[in-house]
């Protein structure tokens, strides 16, 4: 066939090309893959040719003989080709798609208007708001007229531009289009058409929270327009609505104070609105609200109608149960499809300081086992979740002060024998456990009983809920003596760990990591058992629950710590986790889970996962030097190949630092046969910020464990720790300044030690690195390193004490920050403190003593008595 690239404005098809192409566009519909692959070569070949666009514009917006989802695909197909190749479009065929774009806008299908609409969007995305300048004057203009049609295109189409480009449309480069789009906006909200007044509120609420100028002029007649359309009969109305509410509290509360009982009352009525969508959009307003300073002024005198209104959202819908399989108790032998498995994030490494109330966290670490999160698999958000996430903050805003308007519902929910409305008082009770909890205590000594109970209840949603309740009273439970609560709660779990129920065992296993945490040395007792149980559900598990009862373990090991390190335990613990370390490949995204889970293990076990290391160690190096190959050929070519994930490197690294904090010395062979270091010095300079996190991790580890390997590479390593001390990556900079500190410590127990040696040598220097050596060493505990570092400097001192006089100071707190030396050591330091105090005098001493701290005063003068 012949294809003529004929460029005047009158562009025609030719009728073979034609033919082929509406061939071409029946096969793409054919659901047999082979036919799509041969489909998607054909339509790259066809990309050669300049006019193959004006082909797909013509079919859809000119050869109304075809069906209209064949009109519809075209156009997608040429949407798809313009987000690819728009930028090689010759300008002909540029102008011919823009024109017929505007020129059928208004098609009489809804299907060709959106399609059209979308293609419009895109263009437009594309940089093209600049250089198609009449568009949205000739959109604006053809909103008004009189053919619905063409109007609702226009609104369509400008509601995508809206959402895609408001950026764009609030700046100079535009010359600020909505100081007369939104005037003109807002004039069809009371517009005969439903569908019309839902897209002009759609178009105006992209700009609420951007606080844009335009809107902002005309905010009282925005707000005036939104409460005129409070009882629309167009659900999509009231929705958009709502959310127009929703986002006005965020950004200007002033405009809506004076409105705000009307406001909370419509909401009230919203929120129980038939459409169930338009009861989520409205649920989120109490959310919203929850976190502004003004909530409990405004909510107070409204609780006791809002409180049974959230509660009875909470209730699973009919949908819910169906989606859910409730009715589904025994599934524990059906494999997972591959898309309920969530793409599971690694948290990298941050060092805890030696003080674990001083760790900082990364901002955004929040514990998520906690949140209201039970039920997964239903579109993830839903009236249920926004209503027990709406409860849940109200419950920290207003404490106890919520109680007498949730306990006589709760009374009344929670002995229910509708199954369905048990199970919201369930949750109910786990949505309030943590702004309630003082007010809760008295009621807990009966309820945690019940829900002991509740957990072998017939239904397995309400097995599950259960599980999740109790581990949001987890650690009221282990306050108590371990056997009223803590051993029958702990006997429970651990059988729902093990039920026939695939969403009762994970939310179980959730559970009980919490009660881990909250429990840890208390669950050393029962170690056996918990072991004997975790380990069997290694064999009962599909694909992802195993992925959550590595965490079970992982935290486990992180809870009981070297409690975990018998003989016994390690024999039950071990085989299973090694045999499916070595069932994955390295390719295998399963590894993240269980790298972390035995980087816990190996942390716990210290020698007792010596006869594993090696294995571990070495493919954990693989991983990293593989990862580093890959993103060096990306880097080099990276139309050839594809970037690594990066997460394999960051948990490998990770879990060498676990086996390093674990082995200490131990790990020292293995760091001599390997090129850690040189990997860890590419890992230090990554371009991502985890990758350098988890390798500062792992440098300080290894200082710790055999600082004779990191020494050779000081020099190397310091610069670049130096510039890594930038509190915007707030982890990195922890885990660099540890890093730094440790390094600093083995030097400065280096420095000591030689002086020890070679005191004649070191000894000159001593006023160059006194303060420091000090300031480094007084943070570490007693143990014979520090011991050794200490009698080097004494001996230096007394080879040149005017080395030691002007940082003194320093000196006497850095041997004050012992709590038990030796007593050789002591009478050194005694001889020191007394030689210095006699050269002074005692005026000149009680002077100087006085500048010091009173607790370090009173230390010296009870230690050794000046």
């Known amino acids: 066939?012949?294809?003529?690239?004929?460029?005047?404005?009158?562009?025609?098809?030719?009728?073979?090309?034609?033919?082929?192409?509406?061939?071409?566009?029946?096969?793409?519909?054919?659901?047999?893959?082979?036919?799509?692959?041969?489909?998607?070569?054909?339509?790259?070949?066809?990309?050669?040719?300049?006019?193959?666009?004006?082909?797909?514009?013509?079919?859809?917006?000119?050869?109304?003989?075809?069906?209209?989802?064949?009109?519809?695909?075209?156009?997608?197909?040429?949407?798809?080709?313009?987000?690819?190749?728009?930028?090689?479009?010759?300008?002909?065929?540029?102008?011919?798609?823009?024109?017929?774009?505007?020129?059928?806008?208004?098609?009489?299908?809804?299907?060709?208007?959106?399609?059209?609409?979308?293609?419009?969007?895109?263009?437009?995305?594309?940089?093209?708001?600049?250089?198609?300048?009449?568009?949205?004057?000739?959109?604006?203009?053809?909103?008004?007229s009189e053919d619905y049609n063409t109007c609702e295109g226009a609104f369509g189409a400008l509601q995508k531009i809206c959402e895609d480009s408001a950026e764009i449309l609030d700046s100079d480069v535009l010359d600020r289009p909505l100081n007369i789009m939104i005037p003109k906006f807002l004039q069809f909200f009371k517009h005969s058409s439903p569908k019309i007044r839902s897209h002009a509120v759609a178009c105006v609420n992209q700009f609420i929270i951007s606080r844009t100028q335009a809107l902002m002029l005309h905010i009282d007649s925005f707000i005036e327009n939104l409460?005129?359309?409070?009882?629309?009969?167009?659900?999509?109305?009231?929705?958009?609505?709502?959310?127009?509410?929703?986002?006005?509290?965020?950004?200007?509360?002033?405009?809506?104070?004076?409105?705000?009982?009307?406001?909370?009352?419509?909401?009230?009525?919203?929120?129980?609105?038939?459409?169930?969508?338009?009861?989520?959009?409205?649920?989120?307003?109490?959310?919203?609200?929850?976190?502004?300073?003004?909530?409990?002024?405004?909510?107070?005198?409204?609780l006791a109608k809002l409180i049974p209104v959230l509660v009875n959202g909470m209730k699973y819908s009919e949908i819910d149960i169906i989606l859910l399989k409730g009715d589904v108790e025994e599934d524990e032998a059906i494999p997972d499809s591959e898309q309920d498995i969530r793409p599971r994030f690694h948290r990298s490494r941050t060092v805890a300081q030696p003080h674990e109330e001083d760790r900082i966290e990364d901002d955004d670490d929040d514990d998520d086992d906690n949140d209201l999160d039970d039920d997964d698999t239903i579109s993830d958000w839903n009236l249920r979740k926004c209503s027990a996430a709406a409860l849940d903050v109200l419950a920290n805003v207003f404490r106890d002060e919520l109680l007498p308007h949730i306990l006589p519902l709760l009374k009344e929910l929670l002995f229910h024998p509708e199954w369905v409305v048990k199970e919201s008082g369930i949750l109910v009770l786990g949505a309030i456990a943590e702004?309630?909890?003082?007010?809760?205590?008295?009621?807990?000594?009966?309820?945690?009983?019940?829900?002991?109970?509740?957990?072998?209840?017939?239904?397995?949603l309400v097995r599950s809920i259960t599980c999740w309740t109790l581990s949001r009273y987890a650690h009221?439970?282990?306050?108590?003596?371990?056997?009223?609560?803590?051993?029958?709660?702990?006997?429970?779990?651990?059988?729902?760990?093990?039920?026939?129920?695939?969403?009762?065992?994970?939310?179980?296993?959730?559970?009980?990591?919490?009660?881990?945490?909250?429990?840890?040395?208390?669950?050393?007792?029962?170690?056996?058992?918990?072991?004997?149980?975790?380990?069997?559900?290694?064999?009962?598990?599909?694909?992802?629950?195993?992925?959550?009862?590595?965490?079970?373990?992982?935290?486990?090991?992180?809870?009981?710590?070297?409690?975990?390190?018998?003989?016994?335990?390690?024999?039950?613990?071990?085989?299973?986790?090694?045999?499916?370390?070595?069932?994955?490949?390295?390719?295998?995204?399963d590894l993240f889970p269980l790298l972390e889970c035995l980087s816990s293990v190996a942390t716990a076990l210290q020698s007792g996962f010596l006869p594993y290391c090696e294995p571990v160690y070495q493919r954990c190096v693989n991983l990293v030097q593989k990862t580093l190959a890959q993103a060096m050929l990306h880097n080099a070519q990276p139309d050839q190949y594809e970037a690594p994930d990066k997460d394999f490197m960051i948990v490998a690294l990770d879990l060498l630092s676990g086996l390093a904090e674990g082995l200490g010395g131990n790990i020292e062979q293995l760091v001599a046969c390997s090129n850690i270091l040189t990997l860890m010095y590419q890992c230090m300079q990554d371009k991502m910020p985890e990758v350098r996190q988890s390798s500062f991790a792992l440098l300080g580890d290894l200082t710790k464990a055999c600082f004779q390997h990191v020494k050779p590479c000081i020099a190397d390593f310091m610069p670049i720790l130096g510039t890594n001390l930038n509190p915007e990556f707030i982890s990195v900079?922890?885990?660099?300044?540890?890093?730094?500190?440790?390094?600093?410590?083995?030097?400065?127990?280096?420095?000591?030690?030689?002086?020890?040696?070679?005191?004649?040598?070191?000894?000159?220097?001593?006023?160059?690195?006194?303060?420091?050596?000090?300031?480094?060493?007084?943070?570490?505990?007693?143990?014979?390193?520090?011991?050794?570092?200490?009698?080097?400097?004494?001996?230096?001192?007394?080879?040149?004490?005017?080395?030691?006089?002007?940082?003194?100071?320093?000196?006497?707190?850095?041997?004050?920050?012992?709590?038990?030396?030796?007593?050789?050591?002591?009478?050194?330091?005694?001889?020191?403190?007394?030689?210095?105090?006699?050269?002074?005098?005692?005026?000149?001493?009680?002077?100087?003593?006085?500048?010091?701290?009173?607790?370090?005063?009173e230390r010296l003068a009870a230690y050794y008595g000046v």
């Open 733 to 857: 900079c922890n885990n660099a300044t540890w890093a730094i500190g440790e390094i600093s410590i083995q030097m400065a127990i280096t420095i000591g030690r030689l002086g020890y040696v070679c005191p004649q040598e070191v000894a000159p220097m001593l006023q160059q690195f006194i303060r420091p050596w000090c300031t480094s060493l007084r943070n570490i505990r007693d143990n014979e390193e520090k011991d050794s570092a200490f009698r080097g400097i004494c001996t230096m001192i007394s080879v040149n004490p005017s080395g030691v006089v002007q940082d003194f100071i320093f000196f006497c707190d850095a041997v004050a920050s012992w709590i038990n030396p030796k007593d050789d050591l002591r009478d050194m330091f005694c001889k020191i403190l007394h030689g210095f105090k006699n050269q002074v005098g005692d005026e000149n001493w009680r002077r100087f003593s006085d500048q010091f701290p009173l607790p370090l005063k």
């Open 435 to 460: 702004g309630c909890m003082q007010g809760m205590i008295p009621y807990l000594p009966e309820l945690i009983p019940h829900l002991i109970q509740c957990l072998s209840n017939k239904k397995a």
């Open 476 to 589: 009221w439970v282990v306050s108590q003596p371990p056997d009223t609560y803590l051993k029958p709660l702990m006997t429970e779990l651990l059988k729902r760990i093990l039920d026939s129920n695939k969403r009762v065992q994970e939310a179980a296993c959730s559970a009980f990591a919490t009660l881990e945490e909250e429990a840890c040395t208390e669950l050393v007792p029962y170690l056996a058992y918990i072991l004997d149980t975790l380990v069997f559900a290694f064999s009962k598990y599909q694909h992802k629950n195993l992925l959550i009862l590595y965490d079970a373990i992982g935290t486990l090991a992180d809870s009981v710590g070297h409690h975990l390190n018998k003989p016994e335990y390690i024999q039950m613990l071990m085989p299973p986790l090694i045999q499916k370390w070595n069932m994955l490949k390295d390719e295998d995204k």
């Open 1 to 144: 066939m012949v294809w003529q690239a004929k460029m005047e404005y009158e562009w025609k098809p030719d009728e073979q090309g034609l033919l082929q192409i509406l061939q071409l566009l029946k096969e793409s519909q054919s659901p047999d893959t082979t036919t799509q692959r041969a489909v998607q070569q054909k339509l790259e070949q066809l990309n050669q040719y300049p006019d193959f666009n004006n082909y797909l514009i013509f079919v859809l917006t000119k050869l109304k003989s075809e069906d209209e989802p064949t009109r519809s695909l075209s156009g997608l197909i040429l949407k798809n080709n313009v987000k690819a190749h728009f930028h090689n479009f010759p300008n002909g065929v540029t102008d011919f798609i823009k024109s017929e774009c505007l020129n059928n806008i208004g098609d009489s299908s809804p299907l060709i208007r959106a399609t059209v609409g979308i293609l419009i969007t895109t263009i437009a995305s594309k940089g093209e708001l600049q250089n198609w300048p009449d568009l949205l004057p000739k959109l604006c203009s053809l909103l008004d």
């Open 227 to 302: 409460f005129a359309l409070a009882g629309d009969e167009e659900p999509e109305v009231r929705k958009n609505v709502c959310r127009a509410l929703v986002m006005l509290l965020e950004v200007r509360m002033d405009r809506l104070l004076p409105h705000m009982i009307s406001i909370v009352e419509y909401m009230l009525q919203r929120t129980q609105d038939q459409d169930e969508n338009v009861a989520l959009e409205a649920c989120e307003f109490w959310l919203t609200l929850a976190e502004q300073p003004i909530c409990k002024d405004v909510l107070c005198r409204h």
